[in-house]
């Protein structure tokens, strides 16, 4: 069993532990297959290499493969806490560059909307644990399922990914109108991947940009642009990280900047808990 924190940390006092301001960036897409798993896991290495403390939890609940991704091999998942059985700390796992991951496990059939019980549950189990990261970054899986949009309006941020593919692009202005329309969402951040260069990155972000602007009233942030690159599934082959294992690829540079750019992001100027955030923002308003 591997706990979150080192024996060095356990020792220190909570006040010491508990990082002021935890962000929470959720990642998700409209379609399946745009890179979201590889996006959360490199940005991850380069937030923690840009000096974050950075937590992944997998939600991609019931397919998650984060751990199949890195290579690690969990010995309980979420499905475990989400039973009741175990808690996050029980399943924590330590990647590359000093990340740290909850894995979904893949075990279950696709657990594609949580009960309020396992939405209370995960919630106070996250108030041990992601107080004391920088970073919590959430892996979803793709469309519009209520756990997606539970994950999305949870967070602070939210990373849509788009390919250049039109189906790419149709099925995210559907996940933004649903998250805008009926979550209340105003902020997405979209990444472009699997482009040949920045010219093609920026016509597709202005497809969905003009799409959104035009027909939910909503303009979206440019966070920038993966190339599509034969070295990404070489490293997914070896189940490591590009930006570990071929650090000098035009991926991974990409993926260094994007997390570089991320890492700057002002602190959210909310409660010190990250679930006291997450709990609020999930009360419904009247
Ligand atoms: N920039 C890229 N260059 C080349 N191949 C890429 C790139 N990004 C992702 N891929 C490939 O796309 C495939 C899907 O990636 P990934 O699993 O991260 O997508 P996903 O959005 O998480 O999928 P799902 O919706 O099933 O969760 C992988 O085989 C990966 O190797
Ligand atoms: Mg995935």
Known sequence: MKNMLSEQEATMPTVAQESPC??????????????????????????????????????????????????????????????????????????????????AGSGLPHLTSLTDTQQLLLQSELEHVAGTVDVLLIDTGAGVSPNVTYFASA??????????????????????????????????????????????????????????????????????????????PMAVMEQRAVTERFPCSPAARAFVQVAKKIAEWPDPQLPKSTVQFLWQQLIPMS
């Open 22 to 103: 935890t962000h929470v960036i959720t990642v998700t897409s409209g379609k399946g297959g745009v890179g979201k798993t590889n996006v959360v896991v490199n940005l991850a290495v380069g937030l923690a290499q840009a000096g974050k403390r950075v937590l992944v939890l997998d939600a991609d609940l019931g397919l998650g493969n984060i751990d199949v991704l890195l290579g690690l091999v969990p010995r309980y998942t979420l499905e475990q806490v989400l039973c009741g059985s175990h808690h996050l700390s029980d399943i924590v796992l330590q990647g590359p560059a000093g990340i740290q991951v909850l894995p």
């Open 155 to 232: 967070a602070q941020e939210t990373i849509v990914v788009i390919s250049p593919e039109p189906t790419s692009l149709t099925d995210a202005y559907a996940l933004i109108k649903v998250l805008s329309r009926q979550h209340r969402e105003r902020r997405f951040n979209v990444l472009v991947n699997m482009v040949k260069n920045q010219r093609e990155a920026a016509q597709t972000f202005r497809k969905l940009d003009a799409a959104a602007e035009r027909f939910l009233n909503i303009h979206l942030e440019y966070l920038g642009f993966i190339p599509l690159d034969d070295y990404l």
